[in-house]
């Protein structure tokens, strides 16, 4: 049977391919793009050189792909007839916004211009006005409250976005805020989250509905090639339309409900035709190039396209932020973008329209009786002079809207020539009117006049990442003796060597954290250092220990959310007095610290506690062993960490127990300027299934793991502990 179903499948594939491939075309698009006209390449004479650009040569490019996609929209049913309970999700009034919605940045939750956890309350004009003061501001924004979080315990995509500041009805304030400065508002849905908790219900249902509880305007599919129909009728049955943004290449049949795409490029010199827009010029496409640090190409073949940008620099925490340069060239071309968008939707778009200087390439966009052409310069250098020609009409006028002014063109026979310049990697905009320009586009040529009176050259285009400090740990007073429950670790010298875990980053610099010794941020970290002796509790601190420190101080925290979830009425679960607390903030740790004369360990004292000298592995040895630690959890509900006292094997040289593969034990906190994140020690017993995708864990000695921090709430985990040390004479 297992055989049979394999040639089938293969079978199938194969038909399906045929059928992909049995569409006639000189120029098949490679995934989301269309290749240029073949002579508009360079290729080196050892390539069989290049090819002269006639009009024949452009034309046939042309009827090609618009053949094409004549045929195409017929093949995938976008010209067909449609059913009566299905609507054109194009111009349902709830989504028309997406068609002009150019900046789109990915926003982490943890951005602290998004969230102040000093005043508890969400900043969303100061995450805002950030943005309108570096490069000209956004259109729509989409709020990441998940991944690389998720799978830390077993929390769902859903329950992480209810973890927020406020839980719905917080994040539905946080939503009306960017709605009232004219921003949409997107959040991530990731099928791939099967290992935690189950919804309850269907998840398309389960996505509509929070989703309309919060009054957000659309969903981007993580890691998804189109989101299915399903979630779109799931949410016009909650009476709440979503736009729906595939991360990947939707299906071409998808394009009839998937408004938004991001487009995931390949950028040649020449810029290639998105395969998206050309197929329904109303879908709108944001590029994500989220690794780049310069920003030209995404900005060039956005503006050759007619399309967006997903202007995303806090990416996973790790901080890619667009330089003054590139912040400037989206202010330009958002600015151009937004004023001429209704051109952006034409269906008589025109792509490579010719050009008279090599590597300046052009987009017609017609619109009655009005045209607007979006030209970018590919080259390294300036270009002035004649660019373009226009058939010659009587009282046509002509403006530069790049540059704010009218051009007056040269008639030559039949053409009007116009010349103007462009800067290196550069931009323009042409407009064909016979009448005055409308309120719209005057207001553009004022605004740009002012914009561009500096080249783009003027700004730095320098790179350089954010730089973190360690949040200080303030000193206990020294203690000549052991306390209760504390082992001595006696210092000296360590060689402390860990490299972090994140899933994504590579060795970047501004990945992972920035040691006090070190000048940037990266993922490994080796140092040569004197550690001062101190005392180390044996085991994690658990729930009686906390229930002591709670009845006699009364600490509750101003932030609850989460706080202790898995007790009740003011008491741990039954037979939980032994088992490491759970539940507890990094600020309900450091409370717990400071009460008991203690505080929060450095990570390189944690790590000399559970590796000693020698530098082994794991508290026990150099090989990994499973009977010395919680046997995994691998279940969508968790069923507790195991007490403390359960593993006695699995201590460290200096007999400190429960170090790995219990519950993660808070450490050190590192900030930049736009996020702030824990380090944790040890793993987890909690290992959810199914997905790369969650959280990470690190059971060796010379791991760790980066938690980005919000709010005590959303921070706070059901496998998140803590021990403290306390300084020693």
């Not at 053949?67 to 007839?81: A, F, K, S, T």
């Not at 799978?151 to 500041?165: A, W």
């Not at 290449?249 to 487009?263: F, I, Q, R």
């Not at 151009?336 to 778009?349: G, N, Y």
Request: proline share 8%; hydrophobic share 35%.
């Amino acid at each position: 049977m297992k055989a049979n179903r394999t040639s089938s499948c293969i079978l199938a594939l194969s038909l399906i391919a045929g059928a992909t491939a049995a569409q006639d075309t000189h120029y098949p698009p490679h995934d989301q793009q269309i290749p240029p006209p073949a002579c508009l390449t360079h290729h080196g004479a050892w390539e069989g050189g290049s090819q002269a650009c006639g009009p024949d040569s452009y034309s046939g490019w042309l009827r090609d792909i618009q053949h094409w996609r004549l045929e195409r929209r017929i093949r995938v049913g976008l010209d067909g007839p449609r059913f009566d309970t299905l609507p054109d999700f194009y111009r349902l009034p709830q989504l028309t916004w997406a068609r002009s919605a150019f900046i789109q940045p990915q926003m982490m939750v943890q951005d602290r211009y998004f969230y102040d956890p000093q005043t508890g309350k969400y900043t969303v004009d100061r995450y805002l006005d950030d943005l309108e003061k570096r490069y000209g501001g956004i259109d729509a924004v989409l709020i990441w409250a998940t991944y690389p979080n998720m799978g830390i315990d077993n929390r769902n995509q859903l329950d992480m976005v209810r973890s927020m500041p406020g839980g719905l009805a917080g994040v539905r304030q946080a939503v009306e805020d960017f709605h009232r400065r004219g921003v949409r508002v997107l959040f991530p849905m990731m099928m791939w989250d099967q290992g935690t908790r189950d919804p309850g219900m269907p998840w398309p249902t389960a996505i509509a509905e929070e989703m309309k509880a919060v009054d957000a305007d659309g969903i981007n599919g993580d890691t998804q090639d189109g989101v299915p129909l399903v979630f779109s009728l799931a949410a016009l049955k909650a009476g709440h339309p979503l736009a729906f943004e595939p991360e990947g290449s939707p299906s071409d049949e998808a394009l009839a409900w998937d408004v938004l795409t991001w487009g995931q490029y390949q950028f040649p010199f020449v810029p290639m035709v998105d395969r998206f827009r050309w197929l329904q010029p109303l879908h709108q496409v944001n590029i994500s190039d989220r690794w780049n640090r310069h920003r030209t190409d995404d900005l060039q073949f956005a503006f050759f396209n007619g399309e967006g940008w997903e202007s995303w620099e806090n990416i996973w925490g790790i901080w890619n932020g667009i330089t003054p340069r590139d912040g400037q060239a989206t202010r330009r071309v958002a600015t151009m973008e937004r004023a001429i968008a209704p051109f952006l939707v034409s269906k008589e778009w025109q792509p490579f329209y010719p050009m008279r200087e090599y590597g300046i390439f052009a987009s017609r966009w017609p619109l009655g009786n009005q045209t607007v052409w979006t030209i970018v310069n590919r080259t390294e250098y300036d270009v002035a002079g004649p660019e373009m020609s226009v058939p010659w009409q009587d009282g046509m006028r002509y403006f530069d809207l790049y540059r704010g002014l009218e051009l007056i063109p040269e008639r030559h026979g039949n053409a009007a020539v116009l010349s103007f310049p462009i800067e290196a990697h550069g931009y323009e905009a042409i407009l064909e009117t016979a009448q005055a320009p409308d309120a719209r586009i005057a207001k553009l040529i004022s605004t740009m006049k002012q914009m561009t009176a500096q080249p783009l050259s003027a700004w730095p285009n320098d790179w350089k990442p954010l730089n973190q400090e360690l949040v200080p740990i303030a000193r206990t007073e020294r203690a000549a003796s052991a306390p209760t429950g504390m082992v001595r670790i006696p210092g000296g010298e360590f060689l402390f060597q860990v490299h972090g875990i994140e899933i994504e980053g590579g060795d970047n610099a501004g990945v992972d954290v920035q040691f006090p010794w070190e000048d940037s941020p990266r993922r490994y970290h080796v140092h040569r250092m004197e550690v001062a002796p101190f005392y180390v509790d044996r085991y994690d601190v658990t729930h009686a220990e906390y229930k002591t420190f709670l009845d006699a101080t009364h600490y509750h925290p101003k932030d609850d959310l989460n706080f202790l979830r898995d007790w009740k009425n003011g008491t741990y679960p039954e037979g939980w007095g032994n088992k490491p607390v759970t539940w507890v903030s990094l600020e309900d740790a450091r409370a717990y610290a400071r009460w008991a004369g203690k505080r929060l360990p450095h990570e390189w004292e944690w790590q000399l506690a559970a590796q000693g000298t020698d530098g082994r592995a794991y508290p026990w040895g150099d090989a990994w062993d499973p009977s010395r630690v919680p046997v995994p959890d691998k279940g969508r509900t968790m069923r507790g960490p195991d007490d403390g006292s359960a593993h006695p094997s699995g201590a460290s040289p200096y007999g400190v127990m429960d170090l790995v593969g219990n519950v993660w034990q808070w450490t050190d906190e590192y900030t930049d300027e736009h996020t702030r994140a824990a380090i944790l020690r040890g793993g987890s017993y909690y290992q959810p299934q199914g997905s790369i995708w969650y959280f990470p864990q690190a059971y060796r000695n010379d791991q760790h793991g980066k938690l980005l921090m919000m709010a005590p709430g959303y921070n706070r985990s059901a496998a998140v502990g803590f021990r403290c040390v306390k300084d020693a004479q």
